[in-house]
């Protein structure tokens, strides 16, 4: 596993973590500083493999618990075109093949029911 992140992925996962959506925005204030009794962070880039030609793949998910390995991936409208959908599924089984879950969440799911959305992520714990 490389320990090294690029800086021009630093830089995008600063990016993200500076312009939130208002559906992260509010999960993040569920989760942060241990709310829910596990660690998570945002938009942490996690190292993925390495292809033939020794450059590093990393994917940069919305929050994560490196300690449980547990991956929060929250979904709006854009997520539904094709292209993006199968981009997603893509990531999802490289993380998978990492040995993390996936959990994926709607911004309706966030915004209509943050009660179950807590629960469905609490009850994912190992």
């Known amino acids: 596993m490389t320990w090294y992140i690029p800086n021009i992925l630093k830089e995008a996962a600063r990016n993200l973590r500076k312009n939130m ?4 925005k509010i ?5 942060k500083n241990k709310k829910l009794w596990q ?3 945002r938009q942490k880039p996690i190292y993925l493999y390495t292809e033939i030609s020794w450059m590093d793949r990393y ?4 929050f994560c618990s490196l300690d449980i390995k547990l991956i929060l991936e929250i979904d709006w409208n854009i ?5 993006i959908f199968l981009l997603d599924k893509e ?8 040995w993390f879950k996936v959990i994926r969440i ?20 190992p």
């Open 39 to 41: 660690k998570f962070l």
């Open 106 to 125: 709607t911004n309706d799911e966030i915004i209509n029911d943050l009660n179950n959305v807590i629960k469905k992520i609490v009850s994912s714990f």
């Open 59 to 62: 994917i940069i998910p919305d």
């Open 21 to 24: 959506t208002k559906s992260e």
């Open 91 to 98: 990531k999802e089984k490289l993380l998978i093949n990492k």
């Open 79 to 83: 997520h539904d075109l094709d292209d």
């Open 27 to 31: 999960i993040w204030n569920e989760i």
